[in-house]
Nanobody, 122 residues
Framework: QVQLVESGGGSVQAGGSLRLSCAVY????????ISWFRQAPGKEREFVSV???????NYGGSVKGRFTVSRDNDKNTVYLQMNSLKPEDTAMYYC????????????????WGQGTQVTVSS
């Protein structure tokens, strides 16, 4: 079974940067993608970014141009570089994977990590 572990969250002032990591363990060679989602208190889970197995990427509209997703295949780790952070970026950030490309953007289906908290103060 695939397991994912996020790290790198923390508190930062507006305009600052953080880099989140998502380490993938287990049978992950054929997963279709690694996706990032976030959820703020009282709000629905929101798609942030995805990197597919072929290396292509996609971003949610609210983070496009500020966040960059990348991966290190040797370390089985995906990174989310977050720049120009805003208070509205405050949320719990989760990574997930799935074997079906159609489910990469699904807010429920997939194998999820436990999340890492990002707090941006103004």
């Amino acid at each position: 079974q695939v397991q994912l572990v996020e790290s790198g969250g923390g508190s930062v002032q507006a305009g600052g940067s953080l880099r989140l990591s998502c380490a993938v363990y287990g049978y992950s060679d054929t997963t279709a993608c690694i996706s990032w989602f976030r959820q703020a208190p009282g709000k629905e889970r929101e798609f942030v970014s995805v990197i597919y197995s072929d290396g292509t990427t996609n971003y949610g509209g609210s983070v496009k141009g500020r966040f960059t997703v990348s991966r290190d295949n040797d370390k089985n780790t995906v990174y989310l570089q977050m720049n120009s952070l805003k208070p509205e970026d405050t949320a719990m950030y989760y990574c997930k994977t799935t074997y079906n490309k159609m489910d990469c953007g699904h807010i429920i289906i997939g194998y999820w990590g436990q999340g890492t908290q990002v707090t941006v103060s103004s």
